[in-house]
């Protein structure tokens, strides 16, 4: 199984970006797919999830309305369209996969697998 993450990059508040995961070696629609990040000296934290068939999406509060997250069952992928991003957004960027039948998407210790991370740094 491998998740590969790409998109991160250093931009400026207010800037957008696109992260995105292609998730291979598993049965895609089988699974939820979440995002989740962690910042230097903190933990790991959750930023938004889909469930397998698109219907469920959660999101943290910080991030609510500024973030959006999608899949695309047919190319394997997981995006995330971060817009008015702020410096406290600043973290490497995680993409998971959990199973179908969890149905809190938060719960990062229920993921079965995860990729490796692509960072994002927001300047002020």
């Known amino acids: 199984v491998q998740l590969q993450a790409s998109g991160g990059g250093l931009v400026q508040a207010g800037d957008s970006l696109t992260l995105s995961c292609v998730v291979s070696?598993?049965?895609?629609?089988?699974?939820?797919l979440g995002w989740f990040r962690q910042a230097p000296g903190r933990e790991r934290e959750f930023v938004a999830a889909?469930?397998?068939?698109?219907?469920?999406?959660q999101s943290a509060d910080s991030v609510e309305g500024r973030f959006t997250i999608s899949r695309d069952n047919a190319k394997n992928t997981v995006d995330l369209q971060m817009n008015n991003l702020k410096p406290e957004d600043t973290a490497t960027y995680y993409c998971?996969?959990?199973?179908?039948?969890?149905?809190?998407?938060?719960?990062?210790?229920?993921?079965?697998?995860w990729g490796q991370g692509t960072e994002v740094t927001v300047s002020s």
């Open positions: 998971g996969a959990l199973r179908l039948f969890w149905t809190n998407l938060k719960a990062q210790t229920r993921y079965d697998y």
């Open positions: 889909i469930s397998w068939n698109g219907d469920g999406i």
């Open positions: 070696g598993l049965t895609f629609n089988d699974y939820n």
